[in-house]
């Protein structure tokens, strides 16, 4: 960025000469007319440079994140490197109160979660930094559902168990589940401080809570996972999610259905593998995220390529094989994972996916289960599923529509 220039005069230098005092004239002009020059620009750009010359170069803070819109912006912003999942229950009264509980915390948490976006009334989430970045995401899980008998996509309920689970009750389920993201932890904190503040005060109870995080990855990158390998390449855009990820027309227009899935990898284990037989049981390089049959991280999977001798060019265990999309009637998730370490022996993947009917990840798991190359080095440990609920334009709260 560029900075003042230093004033180039001398108390102690002699008069100038005829020559001299041309010459500081014509310096004179030549700064007065880069003045104009720069006050031009920044009229043209709105005044958003302005101030800039006189700081020490570092880049300025970003935006925040609006909370309000159409769709919450827990999946509509690009990932935070921070994450922390929180899951409450409502203990049952009865439906009336159980109702106005829910819609109690509902609207403490949009007021939450909108003032974080900033300027927030806490001290601790303002510094001269600017707002901090933050996204959330809100849902409601299917038992509570069924027992408010909310206005939940049909068809909404519990995955079922799938071979190879361990999973751990107190790491999974919830009446409603929390997704706070941000750009570091400390916001992070003070964030799901306050959102579990909210939730008390409306009478919800903790479940559980697990945090996570991305490694540094540059703007536009698919990060990695702990494995090494990118994770979240296949995502849809907007028009495949409009098909498979966002509901229809409706009510459930702008919301989804979240899968959670806690998965401990065995990250040593999987590393002293051969990079071809990591690639081989992937389905996909290391190195570049490419396909076995394609030469960039983007390229469609040929399924169905095969080497001179007969075999496939991605193996039938291939993870990428049993979760392509040409096996499940072109259906494709949302992906937004992140890793997690909670000590020796306790690394791995906090899958997070969305889709329109929880049914698909169901057909997915099961083949994975049955035949993934990843199995001897994955175990499936917490689980929930969550109907994420439209976003809250302004004047409105999270969750307004399940009471229509």
């Known amino acids: 960025m560029p900075t003042e220039p230093e004033n180039a005069s001398s108390s102690n230098s002699s008069a100038p000469s005829g020559v001299g005092r041309r010459r500081a004239l014509l310096a004179a002009g030549a700064v007065f007319a880069a003045g104009v020059g720069a006050a031009v620009g920044e009229l043209a750009d709105g005044g958003r440079t302005a101030g800039r010359a006189t ?21 509509t912003a690009p990932q935070l490197p921070a994450t922390k999942l929180l899951a409450f229950d409502l203990p049952a009264t009865s439906a009336a109160a159980d109702r106005e509980a829910l819609r109690t915390l509902l609207a403490a948490w949009t007021r939450t979660l909108a003032a974080a976006a900033g300027p927030s009334p806490d001290p601790r989430l303002r510094s001269g930094a600017g707002a901090p970045r933050t996204t959330s995401l809100v849902g409601l899980g299917p038992a509570l559902a069924a027992r408010l008998a909310l206005a939940v996509p049909a068809g909404f309920a519990e995955l079922p168990p799938f071979p ?34 909210a939730a008390h005060g409306a009478g919800a109870t903790p ?34 999610a409009r098909q498979w990820v966002w509901g229809p027309s409706g ?30 049981a992937m389905g996909r390089r290391i190195g570049d995220g490419a ?50 370490d909670d000590g020796p022996g306790d690394r791995g993947l906090l899958f997070c996916a969305f889709m329109r009917d929880a049914g698909q990840f169901t057909r997915v798991q099961q083949r994975l289960a049955e035949s993934d190359a990843l199995n001897p080095f994955v175990e499936h440990n917490g689980s929930a599923v969550a109907y994420v609920l439209p976003g809250a334009p302004e004047g409105t709260a999270l969750g307004d529509h399940l009471w229509i």
């Open 251 to 280: 009510p459930h227009e702008n919301a989804t259905v979240m899968v959670y899935r806690r998965i401990r990898m065995d990250t040593a284990a999987f590393a002293t593998l051969p990079e071809e037989r990591q690639n081989l």
């Open 55 to 75: 700081t020490t170069g570092a880049p300025p803070p970003e935006a925040p994140i609006p909370f309000h819109g159409a769709r919450q912006a827990g999946l």
């Open 207 to 240: 479940r559980w809570a697990q945090s996570g995080f991305l490694p540094p990855t540059v703007p536009g990158a698919t990060p990695r996972n702990l494995f090494g390998f990118k994770d979240g390449t296949a995502n849809p855009g907007e028009d495949l």
């Open 291 to 340: 396909p076995l049959t394609g030469a960039a991280e983007h390229d469609e999977p040929e399924l169905y390529a095969k080497h001179p001798d007969g075999a496939y060019v991605i193996p039938a265990t291939a993870h990428v094989r049993l979760t392509g999309p040409r096996l499940d009637g072109g259906a494709r998730m949302l992906r937004r994972g992140y890793s997690y």
């Open 164 to 197: 190879g689970d361990r999973l751990d009750p107190a790491r999974g389920g919830g009446d409603l589940l929390l997704q706070l993201c941000a750009g570091d932890h400390w916001t992070l904190a003070v964030l799901a401080e306050l959102a579990t503040t």
